[in-house]
């Protein structure tokens, strides 16, 4: 089991930067896929960003050389900083733990934070 908590969320001018956080408890950080999530108003949730245990990463195109996903395994946390922020932009943001183990799939979510881009 794993313990998912987002932070760093809020309201910013279009143009601005945030930095979100995700701490993680539970379970031994280091093995899951970590990945941050969003769900827009009216729309579907969908991937932004992931960084693998290895710390391979791969980016939603829209998001492309505007956002970077980082991990520190020491302090059991993934960063999401998110730069040139655009009002589509504007979501709740999804902390994602997940691992597959033969044919089982683990997957915890966080209980999301807030990110509103407008002037």
């Known amino acids: 089991q794993v313990r998912l908590v987002e932070s760093g969320g809020g309201l910013v001018q279009p143009g601005g930067s945030l930095r979100l956080s995700c701490a993680a408890s539970g379970s031994i950080f280091s093995i899951y896929a970590m990945g941050w999530y969003r769900q827009g108003p009216g729309k579907q949730r969908e991937l932004v960003a992931r960084?693998?245990?290895?710390?391979?990463?791969n980016y939603a195109d829209s998001v492309k050389g505007r956002f970077t996903i980082s991990r520190d395994n020491a302090k059991n946390t993934v960063y999401l900083e998110m730069n040139s922020l655009k009002s589509e932009d504007t979501a709740i943001y999804y902390c994602n733990a997940h691992r597959e183990v033969r044919t089982t799939i683990y997957d915890y979510w966080g209980q999301g934070t807030q990110v509103t881009v407008s002037s």
């Open positions: 960084i693998t245990s290895g710390g391979s990463t």
